[in-house]
């Protein structure tokens, strides 16, 4: 499968509530209301995350992508990232990441799709970008990052907020041996993802890598 075979797929999101354990540090009183979460992000912020693979750095720029911006800045915030799995890792292409493990959270973030952006920055290697399905407005929470230069996917609307400007080497080193999802591979079917969650994803694919806990630092 080509790279642009691989852009068909990553907008497909699977609009089904996870069932896993509760990831710890979370504040899931704010998680339960998105309507809540709705702070305005700094003009320039950093979010480091901690992971299985090693840390890395994201820096965002909001006036790159305002309202995706303003999306992940809330979510590392409050925690929303922790303990998730990079559940979609494609070698030379991207890694994504963004389903909660907790259905009591994951549920009213299904439907809380934000404005899209506009294309300002290019989907090259270490931009970091919402996943969508292909429909107006519906990015939420599943986040990618691009591995190699995805500019092929800039016409599909798909807006980098920010970029890894530290520990790209653990980013490359996400574990990947189960590559593409079923049913165009043999990695985690999104559909089993979203109804099992990390039960599911523990027991059958236990090399997944995970987030320890993202946190702003600046």
Not at 74 to 89: E, K, M, P, Q, T
Not at 124 to 133: I, N, P
Not at 178 to 195: C, F, I, L, S, W
Request: glycine residues 10%.
């Amino acid at each position: 499968m080509n790279k642009l075979q691989y852009s068909a797929t990553l907008v497909v999101l699977c609009l089904v509530p996870v069932m896993a354990t509760c990831a710890t540090g979370q504040d899931t009183a704010a998680l339960m209301d998105p309507a809540t979460l709705n702070a305005t992000a700094p003009d320039v912020f950093r979010a480091r995350f901690e992971t299985s693979a090693g840390d890395f750095v994201i820096e965002v720029r909001r006036d790159w992508s305002p309202n995706g911006a303003d999306r992940f800045y809330n979510l590392v915030r409050n925690g929303y990232y922790d303990n998730c799995r990079f559940f979609r890792v494609i070698d030379g292409f991207m890694v994504q990441f963004g389903i909660n493990g907790e259905p009591a959270i994951q549920s009213p973030w299904r439907n809380a799709g934000i404005p899209d952006d506009p294309v300002r920055e290019s989907n090259e290697r270490g931009y970091v970008t919402f996943a969508m399905s292909g429909l107006p407005n519906s990015r939420t929470t599943q986040i990618f990052i691009n591995f190699g230069n995805n500019s092929s996917l800039d016409s599909s609307g798909f807006a980098p907020f920010g970029r890894v400007v530290e520990g790209m080497d653990a980013v490359d080193n996400i574990y990947s041996g189960y590559g593409e999802g079923a049913p165009n591979g043999r990695g985690p079917d999104q559909q089993r993802v979203q109804m099992e969650g990390n039960a599911y994803l523990n027991s059958s694919f236990p090399e997944l890598d995970h987030i320890t806990e993202a946190r702003i630092v600046e």
